[in-house]
């Protein structure tokens, strides 16, 4: 770590908690202008300051880019959209196909950029958006919560706990679209989180989550 103190750890952790990742978990609906691919502002500032924590929490000194923990991650995350994408078409076809249970409150369309200069925008909401939530929940939450659990308890317990609450905060700020969508994200960060564990690599995942989202707008 190139500079750490407990006091300023736990300080940075709270403002992250109580800024990023709470308000999500409580959001269950979306305004009809989510997606209206203007240029990031909200997500270019999330992504410095991810890129801040990344700096000044992260100690591994590797900088290289792994194929294999890329196609294994970005296959992972396609498969399991695939299983829930034909899940959903089901239950719409099905009597329960108004269910706001499912699909969340608001049934957001989301509408694919038509020009150049609105894929540009696509393109650096998805780029911000994923490094940010790659940062934050598959390396600083978990980093954080066993540097304070050790303190109290040691072993796999601490483990255990970190990554469970880890995956369903990261999966609960994905309630506003609806059951599924849960669903697809605590499968999707569990295969992330493994990938980065096990190759101590932020770029790789952070780019097939990036390259999920792209093939999920245009396929899925």
């Known amino acids: 770590m190139k500079i750490y103190s407990f ?20 959001t269950f609906s979306v305004s009809s202008n989510f997606l209206n691919w203007s240029f990031p502002v909200i997500n270019c500032a999330y992504s410095a300051a991810a890129l801040l924590i990344f700096y000044l929490f992260n100690s591994d000194k590797k900088k290289s880019f792994v194929v ?54 696509c393109i650096l909401t998805f780029l911000f958006s994923a490094f940010f939530e790659e940062v934050i929940y598959r390396f600083f939450l978990p980093f954080s919560l066993i540097t304070f659990l050790e303190k109290k308890w040691n072993g796999k317990i601490i483990i255990i706990i970190t990554e469970v609450i880890t995956a369903l905060l990261f999966a609960a700020a994905h309630i506003y679209l609806g059951f599924l969508a849960v669903l697809n994200a605590l499968c999707g960060h569990i295969i992330l989180r493994i990938c980065y564990k096990k190759y101590g690599l932020i770029i790789p995942v952070f780019l097939s989550h990036f390259a999920y989202n792209i093939i999920s707008l245009i396929l899925l």
């Open 68 to 121: 294999f923990p890329f196609i294994i991650s970005l296959c992972g995350l396609l498969c399991f959209s695939f299983i829930f994408k034909g899940i959903a078409v089901f239950i719409q076809n099905s009597s329960i196909s108004e269910s706001t249970f499912f699909f969340g409150k608001n049934n957001l369309d989301v509408v694919r950029p038509e020009s150049f200069i609105t894929w540009f925008f």
């Open 7 to 26: 006091r300023l750890h736990f300080t940075i952790f709270l403002i992250v908690f109580f800024f990023f990742i709470l308000p999500p978990c409580f």
